[in-house]
């Protein structure tokens, strides 16, 4: 049996979020206790708490604890706060649409229930936080699911960045069909990008599939086209940040790139994407908002500089994947092929 990690909780008493802090992996794994918003927000942006789910679910407890001491008996009044609290914890980061995604819900949820007392809103407040953590669990499972009805045993897999079960509230997107083959005895060969600058393939993924017993051999980004071209990988299979209405798709630095090798050594490439993350209000990946993190890292390999002072850095966290590379997008709701921009919008009827 896959013992599977959570990295995302509010503990017994319901006054912290417990999040499992992904910048000390692998070599420590340390829970710690967030209370105050400013603590999540932090979190998120640091990438302690990281990958478009979770960050969803953190923001939703964040925004839980940063109105749970509100003092008033108006909805207004209280409204107000709230508001301010939500557009806060929206400024963490930019292109995981999860983020706003699960803030628009619990926004919904204030509004549906503005005619009860504030004590009950905010006890609805938190009952929708955990909701949407719940769900994203058996949204993951069924990911993995479909995911795995596309892969035969003994596969060759490979995957970008860490779409696993840390990212999520369980399971993962991209690694979801890989720990469900697992448990099913498909022997994989999953081969996992470093993905720099921040590592979170070496770091994260490496670490969650050999504690799972799966078979995973660890490369550098500048890899894949030799292990595509020695025949290693029968497909790729990547998360994604934002997938927007034509079916172009935000995943971390190096994905795209990916796709467009995966095209050239015709190995199909497939997007994990929950439906949280798919965004029909974004038209094309041009309208997708690229996150651009701070020069040091890239200059430092935490902490150590291996570049000389004061050199230009250019650092998007993400980059779009066209959607002519994708050969299909892997959801809860089934598998969706394109054209992307007919059958999102299906998914959604
Ligand atoms: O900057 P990160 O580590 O949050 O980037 C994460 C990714 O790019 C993941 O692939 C994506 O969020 C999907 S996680 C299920």
């Known amino acids: 049996m896959i013992e599977y990690i959570s990295s995302v909780k509010l503990n017994e008493a319901g006054d912290k979020l417990v999040i499992l802090d992904q910048t000390l992996l692998p070599r420590e794994t340390v829970y710690i206790e967030l209370d105050a918003i400013e603590d999540v927000w932090e979190a998120i942006k640091k990438l302690r708490v990281r990958g478009a789910p979770a960050i969803g679910i953190a923001a939703a407890y964040g925004l839980y604890l940063g109105i749970k001491n509100i003092k008033t008996e108006s909805f207004e009044d209280f409204y107000k706060i709230f508001k301010e609290k939500l557009d806060y914890l929206a400024s963490s980061r930019p292109t995981a649409v999860n983020l706003f995604w699960a803030l628009k819900r619990m926004d919904e949820r204030a509004n549906k229930e503005k ?121 790729v299979l990547v998360g994604c940040d934002r997938v927007a209405a034509n079916g172009d798709t935000a995943n971390k630095i190096g994905t795209s790139g990916v796709a467009i090798l995966a095209k050239e050594y015709s190995i199909p490439f497939y997007v994990c994407a929950p439906m949280s993350t798919i965004d029909l209000s974004t038209k094309t990946g041009d309208d997708i908002v690229i996150e651009q993190r701070n020069a040091d890292e890239v200059t430092a390999f935490w902490g150590q500089s291996h570049a000389p002072d004061g050199i230009k850095v250019y650092n998007p966290a993400f980059d779009v994947t066209k959607a002519k590379y994708i050969t299909a997008i892997i959801t809860e709701k089934g598998v969706v092929y394109p054209p992307y921009g007919e059958n999102l919008v299906k998914l959604f009827e």
Not at 224 to 229: C, G, H, N, T, W
Request: charged content about 30%; hydrophobic content about 40%; proline content about 2%.
């Open 115 to 235: 005619h009860k007392r504030i004590d009950e809103i905010k006890k609805a407040l938190l009952d929708e936080a955990e909701k949407i953590r719940g769900e994203d669990e058996e949204v993951c499972y069924k990911i993995g699911e479909h995911g795995l009805s596309l892969l035969k045993r003994g596969m060759g897999l490979l995957t970008h960045c860490n779409a696993g079960a840390i990212a999520t509230a369980r399971y993962g997107t991209a690694l979801s069909p890989m720990y469900l083959g697992q448990e099913r005895g498909y022997d994989f060969k999953v081969y996992a990008d470093e993905t720099r600058p921040l590592l979170q393939g070496a770091r994260l993924t490496a670490w969650e599939l050999i504690q799972a017993g799966i078979d995973v051999t660890l490369i550098c980004d500048n890899m894949a086209s030799i292990v595509m071209s020695e025949k290693k990988i029968d497909a």
